[in-house]
């Protein structure tokens, strides 16, 4: 994959300040016949290709995930305070969950990814969702996201990086001398939040992916002894092991006449598509 930089840019750790132009990548949305055509084929499993795609030896994110789910530094989470940058969160803040209720933060983790080698790994180069890319001003300013980190669209998780289209959804590249900062919002259970206006995952732990953090020794510390057990979804998680198995069972349910059923995957797709090209008259 390649990606454009922007030579203007300053030197800057911070979100906006360091990352580069959106690639030219080329779209991802599938017709809605070839996908009903394929429906029969799908995978029961579509995760990540690309091992654990980050740049510094570290592997961490959401359940079954290969990389890191997170939040790009300067991130603004809605707290029952107002937004927060995601660094800026501590251990007890209140965060809003999409039902209007707050939770407490169990935990913050932070990740560092420098580059090792030739290039970035893919699974470690953000993904910028634009201005309101997902319609409805939503999100309300550029929403920055590792690619295995999930929105809510349609019911479902939707990794960012199923999502691309080389627009207002796009990899950006960081200066090869940057550093990439994710923080993961854990909180008692799975639920979503809202950064920078979108509806989005808060982490999901499973066995050991705690320990891909930086500050972990922070958390044992917090929670001392602490039976590790997987975390149940919020909702289907399209990509995970099983994900895709039932988005195929419910497209085959809205085979029958009396069950009219649309595609959540493809229907995001093509309300994306669309509010690209208002976007872009």
Known sequence: MTYVKDPNLPFN????????????????????AALAMAVSSLPVSAGPRNGNGNGN???GGNGNSGGPQCFLRGTAILTDRGEKRVEDLQTG???????GETSPIKWVGRQVFTKRGACWQEGVVPIQVARHALGNGTPHSDLYLSPLHALLLNGVFIRVKDLVNGTTIAPIAP????????????LAT???????G??????RPSEGNRENFANFAEYERLYPGETREPMTSYVTVLGEEGGWQHLKALLLLGASPLVPMRDPFEDACEKISAQARELSI
């Open 13 to 32: 750790t911070a979100r906006r300040r360091f990352l580069g132009v959106a690639a030219a990548t080329g779209a991802r949305v599938a017709s809605v």
């Open 93 to 99: 803040d209140r965060v809003v969950l999409l039902e």
């Open 190 to 196: 799975h639920k979503v939040i809202l950064a920078e």
């Open 175 to 186: 200066r090869d001398d940057m550093t990439i900062e994710y923080y993961a919002i854990l």
């Open 198 to 203: 979108a509806a989005a995952e808060t982490f």
């Open 57 to 59: 030896g570290n592997s």
